[in-house]
């Protein structure tokens, strides 16, 4: 089985809905393989600050266009209150902005349910235990009972949701919670400023990825998970994630693409060909359409879709944006 590369999925890129537990510039960068390609530093247009000396999370990115600017901040969809203030740069980025996007409203619950119930449920008579290997089917009794849930309360749960459900309540037991992401500080300062808010996708949008999956590849995912959970490489990871996430350090944020996407295990397959191959092109066709209608964008997405030759930076510089790394 390949290295379970569960918690950046989660944590950096993965779906904002992370359940409850229950002209070309020639400046522009080549594309690269690694999180820190060369850009344009900021401050190479001259009206632009320099970044202040203050410590740096998860990446910050200038695009810019026809006199139309977007930022682009990578994010972790759970925290800690300890995350807070963001960095002055982000601060003053979001002050400036005509409008906040993210990838998902994640106030709009109700979207949520019902794409829960379309993508996330078996049909009525139908349950997890007619589609698991017996062997899975096993260690998921054995994991869900030694957490006091029985496997009749969650049978009617397909095994991603399963999987991603377990994970979210290990991150809830260390302390992360939804509550506490990135996105729902963007969004309370939106509401604040009274500016607008624009997803990049939608709840079923997100949940219908998941469910591409066929019977085998779900049942794989789940054991991946599973294996993470019994030898703490899930908690591990995910402790490198945050702190990859809380530094901005270019060669920590090398690794976590590294390990997030290498490799032929489940999680890693579904995270590179999904998650980011199939999600980047559609979210920096959407940015593009977005700033065409305001003056200043800010976008929080999760922090792998920064990184990488496959990354919105890097698509962006291609399509003719000038990019600025400004941490």
């Not at 203030?85 to 906040?100: D, I």
């Not at 235990?129 to 309360?153: E, F, K, M, Q």
């Not at 980047?280 to 977005?290: G, Q, S």
Request: charged share 20%; glycine share 8%; aromatic share 6%.
């Amino acid at each position: 089985m390949g290295r379970c590369a569960w918690p950046a999925t989660l944590l950096a890129l993965s779906l904002a809905w992370l359940p409850e537990a229950p002209a070309a510039s020639p400046a522009a960068a080549a594309p690269s393989a690694s999180a820190s390609a060369e850009y344009l530093p900021y401050g190479s247009v001259l009206d632009n600050p320099r970044p202040v000396a203050a410590p740096h999370q998860g990446g910050l990115f200038r695009i810019s266009h026809g006199g139309r600017v977007a930022y682009l901040f990578g994010t972790v969809h759970v925290g800690t209150r300890g995350f807070y203030p963001l960095p002055p740069e982000v601060s003053r980025a979001l002050g400036s902005a005509n409008r906040v996007v993210v990838e998902l409203d994640t106030r709009a619950d109700d979207a949520w349910l019902r794409a829960l119930a379309l993508h996330g449920r078996y049909a009525a008579g139908d349950d997890i235990r007619r589609h698991l290997p017996a062997p899975t089917l096993r260690t998921l009794t054995a994991v869900l009972h030694a957490r006091g849930i029985s496997l009749a309360s969650m049978a009617g749960y397909k095994p991603w949701l399963v999987a991603n459900l377990l994970l979210s309540a290990e991150l809830e037991g260390k302390g992360y919670r939804r509550s506490d992401g990135v996105e729902r500080t963007l969004l309370a300062q939106a509401q604040r400023r009274r500016i607008k808010v624009a997803e990049l996708e939608s709840a079923e949008y997100q949940l219908a990825l998941y469910d591409s999956m066929d019977e085998a590849s779900a049942a794989r995912y789940l054991q991946d998970v599973l294996d993470g959970l019994a030898d703490g490489r899930a908690l591990r990871t995910a402790e490198a994630v945050i702190e990859a996430w809380a530094s901005g350090d270019v060669r920590a944020l090398d690794v976590v693409l590294q390990q997030s996407t290498a490799g032929p295990g489940a999680v890693a397959e579904f995270t590179r060909r999904v998650l980011l191959e199939r999600r980047n092109p559609d979210m920096a066709d959407h940015i593009e359409r977005l700033m065409r209608q305001d003056s200043v964008t800010f976008v929080g997405v999760g922090l792998l879709h920064l990184l990488g030759a496959n990354g919105l930076p890097q698509l962006l510089a291609q399509r003719g944006y000038l990019v600025e790394r400004v941490y």
